[in-house]
């Protein structure tokens, strides 16, 4: 059977059906509460299908919108990862279907089957017509267009299932373009479903899996970067077998305009009681504090006034924190945050947005009060109680007042126990603390603010188990304190006169052994970090001001754009100047008095055949003895035609004496 | 050891980006491509859906797969190629499957494929690519663009697959495929595949064949013009059969005495020891025009373009002497100095440019072998064409020695610059052929 034509196979995508722009824009409203803009958006996209009107755009315009929509695009990134953080990134996704608007426009309303490869990549571009066949094409982008949709709706994040079946059906849809001819619908429909069937398995496994790993790894990575604690519960590391090792991370910026005393211990919350490795509270409620009227400030407790303010920035993963503050916490203000509570365990949870937050911390000359101590904070779990006994005997404990207890217990530690973060032998559950009092003698923070909070508690002293941070490191570069969250510490809060107060017996050098393996990576991302963190709106100003260097950046942003419009008006002018030019020159001379000579010697003769020179025809027309006579007007004539900068007032003059000559 | 490095990349993202090109249809590239950004933006499944996209898109891509493991069935196919291509020339061949089984077949598509082979990092290191002054600094230190480029040179041509709508059982069909051959020289196929998309249209599954086969691309030839050089007639020896030979072969008719001017190389020393006086061999007069055609294959640093422009101008000049009344001597240094002739049905054309399709240009400095070749040749050359890839000072110490056997000279420079003006510093009368302008710049050189 011979060939009749030749099939070649479709290298190109296809445009989209449809229908299926609007639908995938559809559903992306629908996820990103941005409805009407995508009903609008859908219409508008297909309704070229309906008509028949055209915009004739230019390679050049293609390019120029492509280059507007990465512009577009990139003032969306500046600005969702500068209000957002990483979370920004979400931000850009479900905003993508904006940015790519104008290319997708130019396509649909032009005659192109597609945009070309040279508007979307620079680098073809600047190959101009020598690219080959195989870079510079056009490319259909509705289909690309629909699956950005689809993913720009899937920041929704909402309605799982239904978001499932909605995607499903337009991806369905798309496919079903695809199908070559020869399969038919029975072959076709069996694969689409089993397909969709085992993705919807696969998604479920997807998140399952997320969750199991999460939690397999939560206890380990707890220790390793700060998040918001829970009030309720905490896992200490004891325990833990291997080395305990911090990162070097910063996690807290303090900017003070007095030097403040290190180190300051910045209390997170406080715990009360204590089982095998983890501390907890019976309860934890919240109180909300009201804000003040009119102002973005909240006074912790209306009685106090503030001695001294701080500024603060603080990187948060999550919408609701409980933040790291001084026992002498009076008020919090800053744009950043939406609500303050207070816990009756010290904690002081704010509502704010994720990324750096900036806020202002007043603090007053005495600690904010806490209720008085529960029956828990004296409570020694059974398993403990012999050991504790043992150790508070050693330490004539029961025979002591309570101050002097206190100074005997921090001499206890500070004589015979020394700073460790490295805990390798394995005990039965539970005796780790034990092994820590009787036998090792060494440990890190949590085991000596646990040991020294059920001894004081053996010797009646109420006691808490308070978590937070050092503020220790100051940087003279950056001219702020810097909290890591190698600075995380624990130490106890003892009620003794009516007042709580803060005994820590971790030996001091443990900051200094925390800090041993710093490298120089640290410093690098210690630079990335502050750079990181005055992109995203640096230290909180009186006047509050954040992300107004943003107008800043929209300057020479639009700078530029301008200068490419008004570059491409002036390439405009240019053009219309040369082709004014290049008429003018045209034009040049289309006046010479010779012109009226000739015509009458077409009359009379014969006329010029294209693109015969005049000295030719005449060479023709004439014989030898007249061509004579017409040699000097022809030159005259040349020049004053086509020579631009000779005087023509007197070559004007001189044509016409030579005319007249001839004629007479 | 990092060049190394990038480059074995290099190498592995090409090989990948090839295989998904032959693997799955555009639409499946398409999914392809999404899906990975899919799981990206759905790496944290609380926050976004988009790991419900990856799914759908990894299932859609895993189903397609699975599905081309049932592509079965017992094919024959070959190709029929013809005798010679030219570059940039499109020309078409055929290509007849067989279907062996007992069910009629539809939808197959056929690709064939040139043989790729990727260069070693030390060629790779010495091409240049022409593009490559108009792409960005990272493009060019990278050298992604420039290696898909070489790549694509070193094939030679891509050709498109094609469908075979249907084929009845037991019967063969055939269809043409499609080439522009990039360069010149031997395109050499290797395989033949015969693919079918799965019923989602995302996935090739496909059968190799094995079917290697080669064809000879000839260089681009433009129309010349007839050379009015002022050359005259000159004395051939051996006559015009002898004219095409390499050296110094003639036809001899006698021995006759020696008369001065003889040369000393036509003394016949066996009648000379006999006879006591020196007796030379004597030949059968031929006088006719002969010109000789000096190519240049020193590149230098220039651009290969203008090599390649060169030898498609040397092989117009060749292929036009054919119904002509005149001979002609290709002269030029490859691994040896060579001399071919053409004109006067002498050489089959064929033959002439078979060789010029297979030139290769030399890296190296040559043009004082070339003198010694026209040292050697001028006596019997009425006139001299040289094509030159330069006007430097050595090209000028040549012409300047060419110039000193007071024959008639035509010169003509390649040049890809459009304002490029060399041959106003020098004394000899220069024809510039600019690389977009070849043949209206051979048009105008009477």
């Known amino acids: 059977m011979p060939a009749t034509g030749i099939n070649y196979i479709e290298e190109s995508l296809k445009p989209a059906s449809p229908g299926l722009i609007l639908a995938a824009l559809l559903i992306w409203g629908w996820q990103t509460d941005l409805l009407f803009y995508a009903f609008i958006i859908g219409l508008t996209l297909e309704l070229p299908r309906f008509i028949n009107w055209r915009i004739e755009f230019s390679d050049k315009d293609i390019n120029q919108l492509a280059d507007i929509s990465g512009v577009l695009f990139f003032i969306v990134a500046v600005y969702s990862f500068t209000n957002h953080s990483f979370q920004g990134i979400y931000k850009v996704l479900e905003l993508l279907p904006f940015s790519l608007l104008l290319l997708i426009l130019a396509q649909q309303y032009s005659d192109s089957n597609g945009i070309k490869t040279s508007a979307l990549f620079i680098s073809v571009r600047r190959l101009g017509d020598k690219a080959s066949p195989d870079v510079l094409y056009e490319i259909d982008i509705s289909l690309p267009y629909v699956f950005i949709c689809l993913i720009a709706a899937s920041s929704g994040n909402k309605y799982n299932d239904l978001f499932f079946i909605l995607a499903a059906l337009t991806i369905t849809w798309m496919v079903w373009s695809f199908k070559p001819r020869q399969y038919s619908l029975l072959h076709w429909a069996p694969l689409i479903l089993l397909a969709s069937v085992l993705a919807y398995g696969v998604q479920h496994g997807l998140r399952q899996i997320q969750e199991n790993t999460e939690s397999l790894f939560l206890n380990f990575f707890e220790q390793y970067g700060w998040k918001s604690r829970d009030p309720n519960r905490i896992s200490t590391a004891i325990g833990s077998l291997g080395r305990l090792k911090l990162s070097d991370r910063i996690i807290m910026r303090v900017k003070s305009d007095e030097q403040l005393n290190t180190p300051l211990y910045l209390r997170e919350t406080s715990y009360s009681i204590y089982e095998y490795g983890i501390w907890r509270n019976p309860h934890s409620e919240f109180d909300v504090i009201d804000k003040k009227q009119g102002r973005n400030e909240w006074q912790l407790e209306s009685h106090r006034t503030d001695i001294g303010k701080i500024n603060v920035g603080l990187f948060l993963d999550s919408q609701s924190a409980i933040i790291p503050a001084p026992s002498n916490i009076s008020s919090l203000s800053g744009k950043d945050l939406i609500q303050v509570e207070t816990s009756v365990y010290g904690a002081t949870r704010i509502e704010t947005r994720e990324g750096w937050i900036n806020y202002r911390l007043g603090f007053s000359s005495n600690n904010l009060e806490e209720t008085t101590p529960d029956p828990e904070d004296l409570i020694i779990t059974p398993y403990y109680k012999q050991d504790i006994e043992l150790v508070a005997n050693q330490l004539q404990l029961y025979s002591k007042t309570p101050d002097q207890v206190i100074e005997t217990v921090k001499k206890y530690f500070k004589d015979n126990f020394y700073y460790s973060i490295t805990q390798n032998q394995r005990y039965t559950r539970g005796q780790y603390l034990s092994k820590f009092l009787l036998e090792n003698k060494k440990g890190h923070c949590e085991y000596f603010a646990t040991a020294t909070a059920l001894l004081l508690r053996e010797a009646g002293i109420p006691t808490r188990y308070t978590i937070g941070f050092s503020l220790q490191e100051y940087s003279p570069w950056q001219r702020m304190y810097l909290v890591r969250a190698r600075h995380a510490h624990s130490w106890v809060s003892y009620y003794i006169n009516d007042q709580w107060h803060l005994i820590d017996t971790t030996p001091s050098e443990w900051a200094p052994l925390e800090a041993e393996d710093e490298t120089y990576i640290g410093s690098i991302m210690d630079v990335i970090s502050w750079i990181r963190y005055m992109i995203a709106g640096g230290e909180i100003e009186e006047t509050e001001t954040n992300n107004n260097w943003i107008i800043w950046l929209l300057i020479p942003l639009g700078s530029y754009l301008a200068w490419r419009l008004y570059h491409n008006q002036r390439s405009k002018k240019d053009k219309n100047i040369k082709a004014k030019l290049a008429k003018d020159i045209k034009r040049l001379g289309t006046d010479s008095p010779a012109f009226n000579l000739i015509q009458q010697l077409e009359i009379q003769f014969d006329k010029r055949r294209p693109g015969e020179s005049l000295s030719k025809w005449l060479d023709r027309i004439l014989n030898i003895e007249n061509r004579k006579k017409y040699v000097e007007l022809i030159q005259l004539h040349y020049q004053y035609r086509f020579k631009p900068d000779a005087d023509r007032n007197l070559l004007r003059k001189k044509l016409l004496r030579q005319i007249e000559s001839i004629q007479t | ?446």
């Not at chain 2, 117009?316 to 002497?321: A, N, V």
């Not at chain 2, 100095?337 to 060789?355: M, P, Q, V």
């Not at chain 2, 004082?368 to 006139?383: F, G, K, W």
Request: charged content about 25%; some cysteine.
């Open chain 2, 1 to 446: 050891m990092m060049r190394r490095l990038l480059y074995g990349n290099l190498k592995l993202v090409y090989k990948t980006s090839q295989w998904m090109r032959h693997r799955f249809t555009s639409n499946g590239i398409l999914i392809l491509l999404i899906m990975p950004i899919a799981g990206v933006f759905g790496f944290d499944t609380r926050s976004t859906l988009s790991f419900q996209i990856f799914s759908i898109t990894l299932l859609l891509l895993i189903t397609a797969i699975c599905y081309s493991f049932f592509f079965r069935g017992r094919y024959l196919i070959k190709r029929e190629l013809p005798d010679y291509g030219t570059v940039d020339t499109p020309f078409f061949y055929l290509c007849t499957v067989t279907n062996q089984n007992k069910k009629d077949k539809k939808g197959l598509i056929i690709i064939d494929q040139l043989r790729t082979r990727l260069p070693s990092l030390s060629q790779f290191k010495k091409i240049k690519d022409p593009l490559d002054s108009k792409r960005n600094k990272v493009d060019q230190i990278i050298g992604y663009p420039r290696l898909v480029n070489v790549i694509r040179k070193l094939r030679g041509g891509s050709i498109k697959p094609v469908t075979l709508d249907f084929i009845s059982k037991n019967s063969e069909a055939s269809t043409a495929l499609s080439l522009t051959p990039l360069r010149r020289g031997y395109l050499y196929f290797d395989s033949l595949k015969l693919a079918q998309s799965d019923p989602l249209g995302i996935y090739l599954a496909r059968k190799t064949f094995k079917s290697t086969d080669k064809l000879l691309i000839l260089p681009r030839i433009y129309k010349v013009p007839r050379l009015n050089l002022p050359g005259k007639r000159t004395y051939q020896r051996g006559g015009i059969n002898n004219a095409a030979s390499v050296g110094d072969s003639q036809e001899f008719i006698s021995l006759r005495d020696y008369r001065p001017g003889d040369p000393l190389k036509a003394i016949h020393w066996r009648s000379f020891a006999k006879n006591n006086k020196p007796i030379v061999k004597e030949y059968q007069d031929e006088f006719f025009i002969r010109y000789g055609l000096l190519l240049d294959t020193w590149l230098d640093d220039l651009s290969p373009v203008l090599f390649e422009d060169a030898v498609s101008i040397a092989a117009s000049f060749m292929s036009s002497q054919q119904e002509r009344d005149s001979i002609m001597d290709l002269m030029f240094i490859g691994e040896k100095a060579y001399r071919f002739t053409s004109g006067r049905n002498l050489t089959d054309t064929r033959n002439i440019l078979e060789i010029l399709a297979c030139i290769e240009p030399d890296p190296e400095a040559n043009l004082d072998r070339l003198e010694v070749m026209i040292e050697q040749h001028a006596q019997e050359c009425s006139a001299i064409i040289c094509i030159l890839l330069n006007i430097d000072e050595s090209r000028i110490k040549l012409l300047n020695k060419i110039s000193t056997y007071s024959l008639p000279l035509k010169i003509l420079c390649v040049t890809d610059s459009l304002d490029k003006n060399i041959a106003h510093d020098v004394n000899f009368d220069i024809h510039m052929i600019r690389h977009n302008e070849i043949q209206h710049d051979l048009t105008r050189l009477n």
